[in-house]
């Protein structure tokens, strides 16, 4: 029995590298071009902005928390950027204004569920539904062509934007590493801090948190703070990829964000995952999305077989938690 619990331990450990190798596995037979140097870059530059979103939301999944605001976070910043590259503001405008909305919704969302004491779910999906109206009563529904609004005042596109959203810094995307410049961040705050330790001890036991001393209130409130600032740097980046806002930008990141968080091994009743774990988790997300797309399944299908995969994992882990503690 012991040595039973003891592998499931091991497994659990280290389920989204063992996920990661066997999917690879399985594709590479499925599609010839997927073993290929083009299709691995391809595979690590999908996930560089939305993988910055997914450090955010470790933040709050490791605190036991939840933000489903995330995306709509996403796409005002988002307009905000192309808004502000629009009336030829520059970088440091366009990404102040970006990480200063972000902080502003996080801290809303954090004091919401920390002070009135509102579940982080139904919290998070009223700040997720007033940001879609808000933004659609600015855009009015509209999209922002940068291009051509500069192009109609006389000015050009600015060489900078370019460069973060498709330059390159030697052969690697530059989105790749700013992506990977975040993740170490994170990883040093959540490993090497006392703040780091904290958003542990708090998700994994709030009331012994709170017994030795911590104010788990402000700790909560700030991983709400960090990961609206990591959405808000992910809508500045995502208009600077696509060099273009739509009403629909970025609608679609929460079921990716959630699943590459669980995924990667951070489990959603808080205490325990990492940054590490949500690397590979957003690696496995675009890793299977990539693989569908060799194999010529319909996006439809694809979206139907993530929602099954999330189901799964998360019962996995529920299962492999309940196991190990013997329960």
Not at 12 to 18: A, D, I, K, T, V
Not at 217 to 227: D, F, M, P, S
Request: hydrophobic letters at 55%; aromatic letters at 10%; one cysteine or more.
């Amino acid at each position: 029995m012991i040595l039973f619990r003891r592998f499931l331990e091991v497994v659990q450990e280290h389920s989204s590298w063992l996920l990661l190798v066997v999917l690879s596995v399985i594709f590479t037979f499925l599609s010839g071009a997927f073993l290929t140097f083009q299709n691995f870059v391809n595979i690590l530059q999908r996930p560089a902005v939305i993988g910055i979103v997914c450090y955010g939301f470790t933040f709050v999944i490791i605190g036991k928390g939840f933000d489903l605001s995330i995306a709509s976070t996403v796409g005002l910043t988002s307009f905000l950027t192309a808004k502000i590259i629009s009336m030829n503001g520059g970088l440091i405008e366009a990404i102040l204004a970006c990480i200063g909305m972000g902080m502003l919704i996080g801290c809303v969302n954090g004091v919401i569920v920390t002070k009135l004491r509102i579940n982080s779910i139904i919290a998070t999906l009223g700040m997720m539904m007033a940001l879609t109206g808000i933004k659609l009563i600015l855009t009015q529904g509209h999209n922002i062509y940068i291009h051509d609004v500069l192009r109609s005042r006389d000015k050009v596109f600015p060489l900078w934007l370019r460069f973060i959203g498709s330059g390159t810094i030697g052969p690697v995307p530059t989105l790749v590493v700013i992506n990977a410049a975040i993740a170490i961040i994170c990883l040093v705050i959540l490993r090497k801090t006392r703040f780091g330790r904290w958003v542990y001890l708090v998700g994994a036991n709030e009331s012994a948190a709170f017994l030795s001393g911590v104010n788990t209130k402000l700790i909560r409130i700030l991983t709400y703070v960090i990961c609206g600032l990591l959405s808000g740097l992910a809508g500045f980046l995502l208009t600077a990829e696509l060099e273009v806002f739509t009403t629909r930008n970025a609608m679609d990141y929460l079921m990716p964000v959630m699943l590459a968080v669980v995924l990667g091994g951070t489990s959603p009743l808080g205490g325990s995952g990492g940054i590490i774990c949500t690397v590979v988790g957003t690696v496995i997300v675009a890793l299977v999305r990539n693989g569908l797309i060799l194999t010529g399944m319909p996006y439809y299908m694809q979206e139907v077989l993530l929602g099954i995969f999330f189901i799964s994992v998360v019962g996995v882990d529920v299962y492999y938690r309940r196991k190990i503690s013997g329960a």
